[in-house]
């Protein structure tokens, strides 16, 4: 079982940087794909990149990508979200998720087994 912390949420202008990290707990940290998830009033989870349990490979969403990295540190059992030019687009709460040594590394929420209590991203025009 793995516990996860976000952190890194805040209040930035559209055109800003943020980096999000999510924190776990547990020995085991390598063996979880990890992937970040948000969620906007009133719209559904939408996936916003993932990280296979052996970094070696990263998947974006297309709204997000070219200006977003997600990496891991294995070992300070950490996953990070890099998000640059933030748009309006943009404010949601961020997940992060962890799905058990998956065969594939899918962007769907219902296929992550763990996950953190979120943390508020907020963009000013």
């Known amino acids: 079982q793995v516990q996860l912390v976000e952190s890194g949420g805040g209040l930035v202008q559209a055109g800003g940087s943020l980096r999000l990290s999510c924190a776990a707990s547990?020995?085991?940290?390598?063996?979880?794909?990890m992937g970040w998830f948000r969620q906007a009033p009133g719209k559904e989870r939408e996936f916003v990149a993932a990280i296979s349990w052996s970094a070696g490979s990263t998947y974006y969403a297309d709204s997000v990508k070219g200006r977003s990295t997600i990496s891991r540190d294995d070992a300070k059992n950490t996953v990070y979200l890099q998000m640059n030019s933030l748009t309006t687009e943009d404010p949601a709460v961020y997940f992060c998720a962890a799905d058990y040594l998956p065969r594939t590394v899918k962007p769907r929420p219902e296929a992550y087994d763990y996950w953190g209590q979120g943390t508020q991203v907020t963009v000013s025009p």
């Open positions: 547990g020995r085991t940290f390598s063996s979880y794909a």
